[in-house]
């Protein structure tokens, strides 16, 4: 009786197996194997898949800033900071840390006492990690939590994954000498 629910088990498995709901489904996967890895591939390895192409999806339409000094990556938004508001005072761009930063990535440069109109305002900076141009500041200390940084103006310039992607596509390399060279190719488009 116990080997008779066992294999109507098995064959309703079976039937089951890769079945779609619709035609967009991948299917249900059953893995018979405690230990399903990359070599089976098994459902562990399309679900890994499957994040890192919806990863890549987020990742192409966040706007990346390098440091305009030295090209450095600087801070990852997901709206450009020409549709952040500016400020009056020095007209660096509001940052709302909890919503339009994604990644940030500048070393800390100290703090900067600043006279202004309406008293003294005390800046903790950022700096660009590489070549230690002052990109942004927050009103606080480091270590306490802040709802907003600022960003320079022109301190940092856009890069996003389709100018990047361009970029990399519009180089041609010069095979003729060493193989190192890279040529820009001509944009002129007038007649010779």
């Known amino acids: 009786m116990k080997k008779t629910l066992e294999l109507q088990a098995t064959a309703a498995i079976w039937r089951t197996n890769s079945h779609k709901f619709s035609p967009t489904d991948e299917g249900i996967l059953v893995s018979?194997?405690?230990?399903?890895?990359?070599?089976?591939?098994?459902?562990?390895?399309?679900?890994r898949e499957d994040e890192k192409r919806k990863r890549q999806e987020t990742d192409a339409t966040r706007i990346h800033y390098h440091c305009s000094a030295c090209s450095h990556f600087c801070l990852k938004l997901v709206v450009p900071l020409t549709e952040l508001p500016a400020r009056k005072t020095d007209g660096s761009r509001v940052v709302d840390m909890a919503k339009d930063l994604v990644h940030l990535m500048c070393a800390k440069g100290g703090v900067k006492l600043l006279k202004r109109e309406k008293g003294t305002e005390k800046?903790?900076?950022?700096?660009?990690?590489?070549?230690?141009?002052?990109?942004?500041?927050r009103p606080v200390?480091?270590?306490?939590?802040?709802?907003?940084?600022?960003?320079?103006?022109?301190?940092?310039?856009?890069?996003?994954?389709?100018?990047?992607?361009?970029?990399?596509?519009?180089?041609?390399?010069?095979?003729?000498?060493?193989?190192?060279e890279i040529v820009e190719p001509k944009t002129d488009l007038a007649p010779s």
């Not at 018979?32 to 679900?47: A, C, L, Q, T």
């Not at 800046?123 to 500041?137: A, K, M, S, T, W």
Request: a negative charge; proline letters at 1%.
């Open 123 to 137: 800046q903790f900076r950022y700096n660009c990690e590489l070549c230690d141009l002052c990109v942004g500041y």
């Open 32 to 47: 018979y194997d405690k230990d399903d890895n990359e070599e089976r591939g098994g459902w562990s390895v399309r679900k």
């Open 141 to 180: 200390s480091y270590e306490q939590e802040t709802k907003f940084m600022y960003v320079l103006p022109e301190a940092l310039s856009r890069r996003d994954a389709e100018q990047q992607q361009t970029k990399a596509t519009n180089k041609e390399i010069d095979l003729s000498g060493d193989g190192t």
